[in-house]
């Protein structure tokens, strides 16, 4: 596997279900990033992790709760939906050095809340 | 707080044409980054090119170059010899320039536009 992968791609869930999100960059990166794409939105940051360390959470509610248990691996675990929430969620990574922070994105996990 | 504006919603231009994006935004910050991204229909996101806010001299990679202009905080994208592979989202993107060892920050995005390469 190379780059940022993210499983599953497609996940429907009920509202009151509980289910996760995982993503895992082959690059070395030392932080990791969820971003929320919905139509006719912009891309919203969610959640920022920074050698493992959540450095930024932007006003999002907490039926959404991230993790990163190491460098590599970035979790959202998600719970009590709601159909707004219906959405597809990108993860990104970059590496913390010299400045500019190039970020790379995995493939999405779309995501239907029934 | 920083925006990205994106005026363009759809553009349709024919294949080997030249084609420019625009893009404009607002920020109090003096150091930073812009991006453009690609996502076609696959979802995939895809850096396109990146500007250095303190680089006077504007980015090119390819076939794709920017106008950079930092006064009007403007930064539009231009497309030569446009190809069909070039259909998809196009998003602008900023970011707070953090030094070494600052800690990361996300991107913010423009809403796209959506570019159509006709044959």
């Known amino acids: 596997e190379t780059g940022v992968t993210q499983t599953p791609r497609h996940l429907v869930m009920g509202m009151t279900n509980k289910k996760s999100l995982k993503c895992e960059q082959h690059?070395?990166?030392?932080?990791m990033y969820w971003y929320k794409q919905s139509a006719k939105k912009p891309l919203e940051l969610m959640f920022v992790?920074?050698?493992?360390?959540?450095?930024e959470n932007n006003s999002v509610p907490s039926r959404f709760s991230p993790e990163c248990p190491n460098s590599s691996h970035l979790f959202l675990h998600l719970h009590t939906l709601q159909p707004e929430d219906s959405a597809l969620y990108l993860c990104a990574s970059s590496q913390d050095v010299g400045g500019v922070h190039e970020q790379y994105f995995g493939p999405g996990t779309r995501l239907t809340v029934t | 707080a920083q925006t990205v504006t994106q005026s363009q919603p759809e553009m349709s231009v024919q294949e080997a044409e030249t084609v420019t994006l625009s893009c404009t935004y607002d920020?109090?910050?003096?150091?930073?980054?812009l991006f453009w991204y690609k996502q076609p229909p696959s979802r995939q996101m895809i850096l396109v090119i990146r500007q250095e806010a303190y680089k006077q001299q504007n980015a090119t990679e390819n076939r794709f170059s920017v106008n950079f202009q930092k006064a009007a905080k403007s930064f539009s994208l231009k497309i030569s010899d446009s190809q069909l592979g070039d259909t998809a989202m196009y998003f602008c993107a900023f970011m707070k320039h953090r030094y070494s060892g600052g800690g990361a920050d996300g991107l913010t995005f423009g809403k796209g536009t959506h570019l159509i390469i006709q044959p």
């Open positions: 992790y920074n050698f493992k360390e959540q450095t």
């Open positions: 690059l070395g990166h030392n932080a």
């Open positions: 920020t109090s910050e003096s150091n930073y980054y």
